[in-house]
């Protein structure tokens, strides 16, 4: 996600944009990015590589804040 | 001088810059992202385009190019580096130069005839301008909102490292209308507007670019 204090110039294109839609009383909308990545087996050194990975490359935190989760795939 | 200009899958402003170099009195050489050899070049343009379609993040993708490995170490070693336009969101993507590019506050594609102010003429690229000099070049971006946090900019405008700066209109809602910073040592030097396309007469856009490419050989001249 855009850090709290960038101005997210497409959170606000949305935002503009549901009032004509006839969408009321959302006051902000910040518009991010989810990766799903799949790994074989759930590790720790594997969730640290992950960790390292998002913060060099998925993310660039000079702009922006990341969560890595872990999810079970849908059977 | 030799001149080294990498050409990344997607760059499209490689060729211009080739060509401002040699009519710059230097001589250009083609450098290929994948390589790991910067070809003895004195220093090294990155041009603008759109690398890798702008995927994930302007620049984000080919700042892992192998070629940028040797550029990265170069010009922490003081390796004049150019970053015009998607060279310099490459460039903010490497963290040679602080902050970040973000989509245009209006979030149209912007082209237009830009008028700059050059306020830091002891840069590696330029310093064939005078201080505060005036120019007018094209300028053509989506993402070229210039973005930094409060301290990161105190520092750039204290150190004078704002090296050129948007006059009259502010295109992208670049913070203090910044158009371009240098690093520490000012051999770094990351600018959203194309002097590349404004070096000839015959194209219509004027000469004012024409410094950044021969500033370093007046540089070495005066050494």
């Given at each position: 996600?855009p850090?709290?204090?960038?101005?997210?110039?497409?959170?606000?294109?949305?935002?503009?944009?549901?009032?004509?839609l006839?969408?009321?009383?959302?006051?902000?909308?910040?518009?991010?990015?989810?990766?799903?990545?799949e790994?074989?087996?759930?590790?720790?050194?594997?969730?640290?590589?992950?960790?390292?990975?998002?913060?060099?490359?998925?993310?660039?935190?000079?702009?922006?804040?990341?969560?890595?989760?872990?999810?079970?795939?849908?059977? | 001088?030799?001149?080294?200009?990498?050409?990344?899958?997607?760059?499209?402003?490689?060729?211009?810059?080739?060509?401002?170099?040699?009519?710059?009195?230097?001589?250009a050489?083609?450098?290929?992202?994948?390589?790991?050899?910067?070809?003895?070049?004195?220093?090294?343009i990155?041009?603008?385009?759109?690398?890798?379609?702008?995927?994930?993040?302007?620049?984000?993708?080919?700042?892992?190019?192998p070629?940028?490995?040797?550029?990265i170490?170069?010009?922490?070693?003081?390796?004049?580096?150019?970053?015009?336009?998607?060279?310099?969101?490459m460039l903010?993507e490497?963290?040679?130069?602080?902050?970040?590019?973000?989509?245009?506050?209006?979030?149209?594609?912007?082209?237009?005839?830009?008028?700059?102010?050059?306020?830091?003429?002891?840069?590696?690229?330029?310093?064939?301008?005078?201080k505060?000099?005036?120019?007018?070049?094209?300028?053509?971006?989506g993402?070229?909102?210039?973005?930094?946090?409060?301290?990161?900019i105190?520092?750039?405008?204290?150190e004078?490292?704002?090296?050129?700066r948007?006059?009259?209109?502010?295109?992208?809602?670049?913070?203090n209308?910044?158009?371009?910073?240098?690093?520490?040592?000012?051999?770094?030097?990351?600018?959203?507007?194309h002097?590349?396309?404004?070096?000839?007469?015959?194209?219509?856009?004027?000469?004012d670019?024409?410094?950044?490419?021969?500033?370093?050989?007046?540089?070495?001249?005066?050494?």
């Amino acid at each position: 996600m855009p850090k709290p204090e960038i101005l997210d110039p497409q959170g606000k294109a949305v935002l503009g944009a549901l009032p004509r839609l006839g969408f009321t009383g959302v006051t902000e909308v910040r518009q991010g990015k989810r990766f799903e990545l799949e790994i074989p087996e759930i590790t720790d050194d594997a969730l640290a590589q992950i960790e390292k990975l998002a913060e060099t490359f998925l993310a660039n935190t000079v702009i922006e804040n990341f969560v890595v989760r872990v999810e079970e795939p849908a059977k | 001088m030799k001149i080294g200009v990498i050409t990344f899958p997607g760059t499209l402003d490689d060729v211009d810059a080739q060509r401002a170099v040699r009519v710059g009195g230097n001589e250009a050489v083609a450098l290929w992202h994948g390589d790991h050899d910067l070809q003895g070049v004195d220093a090294v343009i990155l041009p603008g385009g759109f690398s890798y379609g702008d995927y994930l993040r302007c620049g984000a993708i080919s700042r892992f190019a192998p070629i940028m490995t040797e550029v990265i170490e170069g010009a922490q070693k003081g390796l004049p580096v150019l970053g015009i336009c998607n060279g310099f969101q490459m460039l903010v993507e490497s963290h040679l130069l602080p902050g970040g590019l973000l989509r245009n506050d209006h979030l149209k594609f912007i082209c237009r005839d830009q008028k700059l102010r050059i306020e830091n003429n002891s840069t590696a690229w330029t310093s064939a301008f005078a201080k505060d000099q005036e120019i007018v070049v094209p300028l053509k971006n989506g993402e070229g909102q210039y973005v930094a946090d409060a301290d990161t900019i105190k520092r750039l405008e204290g150190e004078g490292r704002v090296v050129a700066r948007y006059l009259d209109v502010n295109p992208n809602g670049s913070v203090n209308d910044i158009a371009g910073i240098t690093n520490e040592a000012g051999n770094v030097v990351g600018l959203m507007p194309h002097p590349e396309h404004a070096v000839e007469t015959l194209t219509g856009s004027g000469i004012d670019g024409l410094g950044f490419f021969t500033s370093l050989a007046e540089k070495v001249l005066a050494r």
